[in-house]
């Protein structure tokens, strides 16, 4: 298309299909294994195995290179606490009550899964899980606010007007999007959480997208460390972050980096669940 967004066939969406699995297996993995004490380089290096056992390579790995930050030196993006997104894993040790985020993406011939998740290791705050919670949910209701005939727009507007309807107040980071997702980890069109229904481009068969909010219990304004990858929120508020990649079919919605499609989420919205099938 002329605006530079790639249109995939069935079979390609059925190997990002495969590449979401591998995605949400690993992710589980991750999180069954997150624990007080263990090092978030502990967590990219058991990522880094099961790639391999998987037969699948890292949409993370090397990322950047050429666009005058170092390449990116792991395979998941692990961000506690006030860090936001693309936290470079290392010899931090998890700590009792730490809000961690982690963010993966799987290339399994040539095409690209993404996804991330939020949780607490230890005794959680109160105020934590809420936010955790609040940032799930609105990914939900923008992946469900997605059909055949609307525009990214729409999906924008369900992610923000659910926000702004909590009780609580939550800082939504608008300096990162959600994205078009294929043979490549980003492409357009951006899908930002905030905007208006019935703008962007039109979601059409075969458009795949990663949908990602990110909620801070603070401000909106973010701030990147000296190390050129790692954002956090600058009034050094707790920041999270839920992500996968979904697509619209002519049956409904498929999640192609949930374990179950996301079978259970939609029906529990009330939105067809829409795999295609091999
Ligand atoms: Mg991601
Ligand atoms: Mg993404």
């Known amino acids: 298309m002329a605006d530079g967004i790639e249109v995939k066939t ?3 969406i059925l190997v990002m299909r495969r590449a979401g699995l591998v995605v949400a297996r690993i992710l589980a993995a991750l999180r069954a294994a997150a624990r007080v004490g263990i090092t978030t380089g502990d967590l990219d290096r058991l990522a880094r195995e099961q790639l391999a056992e998987q037969g699948a390579t890292s949409s993370f790995l090397h990322y ?35 809000l961690v985020s982690v963010d993966f993406g799987a290339i399994v011939e040539g095409w690209h899964g993404d996804s991330a998740l939020s949780f607490i290791v230890g005794e959680p705050r109160p105020d934590d899980v809420e936010l955790s919670e609040a940032t799930r949910q609105s990914m939900w209701r923008g992946i469900t606010a997605a059909r055949l005939g609307g525009r990214v727009g729409d999906i ?20 990162f999007t959600g994205h078009g997702i294929g043979s490549a980890m980003h492409q357009p069109p951006d899908v930002p959480n905030h905007g208006k229904r019935g703008r962007g481009p039109l979601i ?67 939105v067809p669940f829409g795999p295609l099938s091999d």
Not at 156 to 175: N, P, Q, T, W
Not at 216 to 227: C, K, S, V
Not at 243 to 258: K, S
Request: hydrophobic share 40%.
């Open 64 to 98: 950047g290179a050429g666009y005058g930050v170092p390449p990116f030196p792991a395979v998941t993006c692990i961000s506690v606490n006030d860090e936001i997104v693309h936290g470079i894993p290392g010899e931090r040790v998890l700590a009792d009550g730490d």
């Open 156 to 175: 924008s507007a369900a992610i923000e007007g659910f926000v702004k309807s909590r009780r609580r107040r939550y800082g939504i980071v608008r300096e």
């Open 10 to 12: 069935p079979e390609q």
């Open 204 to 270: 059409v068969p075969g458009l795949c997208l990663a949908i990602e909010p990110m909620l801070t219990l603070g401000g909106e304004a973010t701030a990147t460390l000296p190390d050129d990858w790692t954002v956090v929120t600058r009034d050094r508020s707790r920041a999270c972050h839920w992500e996968h990649t979904m697509t619209v079919t002519r049956r409904g919605l498929w999640v192609l980096t949930a374990e179950d499609g996301g079978e259970a989420e939609l029906s529990a919205l009330g």
